[in-house]
Structure formats: structure tokens, C-alpha cells
T-cell receptor
Framework: DTGVSQDPRHKITKRGQNVTFRCDPI?????LYWYRQTLGQGPEFLTY????????KSRLLSDRFSAERPKGSFSTLEIQRTEQGDSAMYLC?????????????FGSGTRLTVV | RKEVEQDPGPFNVPEGATVAFNCTYS??????FFWYRQDCRKEPKLLMS???SGNEDGRFTAQLNRASQYISLLIRDSKLSDSATYLC????????FGAGTRLTVKP
């Protein structure tokens, strides 16, 4: 499969627990993006990487959220001390920098439910 | 003001109808524009890019008016399979999405 892979597909966690999601982008894509989507809304930008460098972070990304891409390949998104408001679909996408006109390729997402 | 605003919808149309979606964006420095389609509980998928000259892909026509900061999508001869949420997307350094407009095509 040469698409964007996300793991896990679903995660149910108790409030206050930490969770970590993984994204494997398309191998030749050096840009990687994280978005969050809640019901009835479009995806909201969280952060993006070019290779291993995190170039932009949304103010939506509170101190409890951290993202890494240590080797410029896969990325992880960690949420510490989860809250019910963190329940959402977390989407990862990747692209080549020259493909601004061609859009991003999204993974299937990780659906987080905080109970 | 939101960065990208779309028609609230939902749109419920019969098969064969023509339907148009509108979108406005706030940042005049935006560089590129897209329409994405999202099926229920699935990831967004690129439908088409939007160019200043307007572009067409089969039954779908997209137009961009940079002066008015306005984007549109026209779907002709609607099919049942067109039922989905359509997301307007504006790219500056990264993609910013509208809230989406839900379309239901009925027999």
C-alpha cells in the first residue's frame, strides 16, 4: 500500500490518560500535516513538518499536544492528560513541497473517543 | 471572520439536477485552491483544483474569482454517488478547510 497510513484507526481512552498516534506518509513525500476534525466541521490545521523540522503549529495545539517526526519519515502525535473535548478524528496528510497545486493525500484517520 | 466560509447546506436534490456550491476566503495572499470530497466517516479526497481561468472535469466545473475572493463548484446531472460533503480548501503555507457543504442526491 503506497498511501498514507495511520494507526490506530480507533482509540477509546479514559480522561486523563495519554495517547499517541502514528502516521506513515507516502515515502517520497517530505511534507507531513496533522489535522483534527469534529462532527460537522472541516479539518482544522494542527501542525506540519518538512522533513524532520516542525515548521508551523496552530494555536489549537495546546501544551498537552506534541508532534514529532524524528527521522523525517513517520510522525507521532501525542496528547497528554486527555480531555473529553479532545474527542475527534485526527487526520494525517502528506505532500511534496512542489505539489501545492495538487493537494494533499490524507490517511484514513484515527478516531479518538475520550470517556 | 473564518478563513474559509461555505454555504451551510444541506442540499437535497433529485438525480439529474444541477447544484452549485459557493465559498469565500479571507486571506488575499492565498496561493492555490481546491475542492475536496468527504464521504461519511472517511478521509477527505481531492476532487479538483481550482484555477483562475476556471476548469472543468466531466460534470464538475470549478471557478475562482480572486478579486472577490470567491470559489464555486458546479455539479451537473447529479448522480446518487455524488452524495457527500464538499469541502472548499484554500492553501497559503498549509491547507485551510471550510466546514463543508453536505449534498444528498435522491432518486
Amino acid at each position: 500500500d503506497t498511501g498514507v497510513s495511520q494507526d490506530p484507526r480507533h482509540k477509546i481512552t479514559k480522561r486523563g490518560q495519554n495517547v499517541t498516534f502514528r502516521c506513515d506518509p507516502i515515502s517520497e513525500h517530505n511534507r507531513l500535516y496533522w489535522y483534527r476534525q469534529t462532527l460537522g466541521q472541516g479539518p482544522e490545521f494542527l501542525t506540519y513538518f518538512q522533513n524532520e523540522a516542525q515548521l508551523e503549529k496552530s494555536r489549537l495545539l495546546s501544551d498537552r499536544f506534541s508532534a514529532e517526526r524524528p527521522k523525517g519519515s513517520f510522525s507521532t502525535l501525542e496528547i497528554q492528560r486527555t480531555e473529553q473535548g479532545d474527542s475527534a478524528m485526527y487526520l494525517c496528510a502528506s505532500s511534496l513541497p512542489g505539489e501545492r497545486s495538487n493537494g494533499y493525500t490524507f490517511g484514513s484517520g484515527t478516531r479518538l473517543t475520550v470517556v | 471572520r473564518k478563513e474559509v466560509e461555505q454555504d451551510p447546506g444541506p442540499f437535497n436534490v433529485p438525480e439529474g439536477a444541477t447544484v452549485a456550491f459557493n465559498c469565500t476566503y479571507s486571506n488575499s495572499a492565498s496561493q492555490s485552491f481546491f475542492w475536496y470530497r468527504q464521504d461519511c466517516r472517511k478521509e477527505p479526497k481531492l476532487l479538483m483544483s481550482v484555477y483562475s481561468s476556471g476548469n472543468e472535469d466531466g460534470r464538475f466545473t470549478a471557478q475562482l474569482n480572486r478579486a472577490s475572493q470567491y470559489i464555486s463548484l458546479l455539479i451537473r446531472d447529479s448522480k446518487l454517488s455524488d452524495s457527500a460533503t464538499y469541502l472548499c480548501v484554500v492553501n497559503m503555507m498549509d491547507m485551510r478547510f471550510g466546514a463543508g457543504t453536505r449534498l444528498t442526491v435522491k432518486p
